[in-house]
């Protein structure tokens, strides 16, 4: 473990603050992957803002219908809220399917959308890995990749994001509102904060330095029949091969996220739209530009018969 400073933020402007204006400085909230990567040096801040006294835990009721959620409020109490139970199930479920009850009970929801990647590669710190290691390679790319991304890939970089939760929160089209260390806000939608790899994968989202995350806000909600279904290697607490979000009405439209696939949530508006010609229609648009490896093209065919048994289920 190398050294570090910490310190225990006072409100959220003074903890964007500090960290923009610290070299090494990082947020810790919950913890739950930025200790893990301290202590493989794959993360190795000089200083450590703490954000546990900000009051960022609470789940409140918007003007609009929807609920604001504190960027502090852990898993655990983001999936057993009633509101969310009753009217955003599809979220209750993708949180459930992820890590233990442990690690819930610590994770936050702000946390949970800064995840980083579980790239065997990426953990690895004797391999080339440009998330890593800007410049240095992509090992994965000649690399065993079954648990990779095959779509929104670059040369640079074929890392998933590893999250449940977040797959569900762009299927209900949330925000995420920030405070920037001038003591600004901004809303970003959640289909604009995770970035694909592009030439830059070490960027894994849109948040300038030192901006921090203060809340997650949904929408009123949508109804339908809410869905998570999360195909992997083993029944618990493994990362997905592939998941699919889904809410579906009774005459067959609606909306589908996958998980598993790429460097961010995946979702296409255009190929949820066939959702009435059933589930080959959608995964064939979602997918169209799609680049597997021969390790995992079998991702595109079980995203299919993931979707197929989700839209069967839903009609049961």
Same mark, same amino acid.
């Given at each position: ?17 500090? /960290? ?11 913890? !739950? ?40 409020? !852990? ?9 969310? #139970?009753?009217?955003?199930? *599809?979220?209750?479920? $993708? =949180?459930? $399917?992820? $890590? ?8 936050? %929801? &702000? ?13 690895? !710190? ?19 990749? #079954? ?10 970089? =074929? ?6 939760? $977040?797959? &569900?929160? #762009?299927?209900?089209?949330?925000? /995420? ?10 809303? =970003? ?16 989202? !849109? ?6 995350? =203060?809340? /997650? ?24 091969? /592939?998941?699919?979000? &889904? *809410?579906?009405?009774?005459?067959? %439209? ?12 995946? #979702? ?32 595109? %065919? ?5 979707? &197929? ?8």
């Amino acid at each position: 473990m190398k050294a570090f400073t910490y310190e225990r933020a006072t409100s959220p402007e003074q903890a964007a603050a500090a /960290v923009a204006g610290r070299d090494g400085a990082k947020f810790i909230a919950g913890g !739950t992957n930025l200790l893990d990567l301290m202590k493989l040096q794959i993360e190795a801040p000089t200083h450590l803002v703490d954000l546990q006294d900000l009051g960022l835990d609470k789940i409140d009721a918007t003007r609009d219908g929807g609920l604001r959620i504190g960027a502090l409020v !852990t898993n655990t109490a983001l999936a057993s809220d009633d509101r969310v #139970r009753a009217q955003y199930g *599809v979220l209750t479920r $993708a =949180i459930v $399917a992820g $890590a233990s009850g442990q690690l819930r009970n610590k994770a936050t %929801t &702000a946390g949970n959308l800064l995840q980083r990647t579980r790239c065997p590669y990426f953990y690895d !710190t004797n391999l080339p890995c440009n998330k890593r290691a800007p410049g240095s390679g992509c090992a994965a790319a000649e690399g065993f990749s #079954r648990q990779l991304a095959v779509i929104g890939t670059s040369d640079q970089c =074929i890392a998933t994001y590893p999250g449940d939760m $977040a797959i &569900a929160l #762009r299927l209900l089209d949330a925000t /995420v509102e920030t405070v920037m260390p001038d003591g600004t806000g901004r809303s =970003i939608a959640l289909a604009d904060f995770h970035r694909l790899p592009g030439d830059q994968p070490w960027l894994d989202n !849109t948040l300038a330095e030192g901006e921090l995350i =203060i809340s /997650v806000t949904l929408p009123k909600p949508i109804g339908g029949r809410h869905i998570y279904r999360k195909v992997r290697d083993r029944r618990s607490y493994a990362f997905a091969l /592939v998941s699919v979000a &889904a *809410v579906l009405h009774d005459d067959g %439209t609606g909306r589908v996220a996958f998980g598993g696939v790429a460097h961010k949530p995946w #979702r296409s508006e255009e190929a949820e739209a066939l959702l009435p010609q059933g589930a080959g229609a959608v995964v064939e648009r979602a997918f169209a530009g799609a680049a597997p490896t021969d390790d995992n093209k079998f991702k595109i %065919t079980l995203a299919d018969r993931t979707l &197929a048994s989700v839209i069967a289920e839903a009609r049961s």
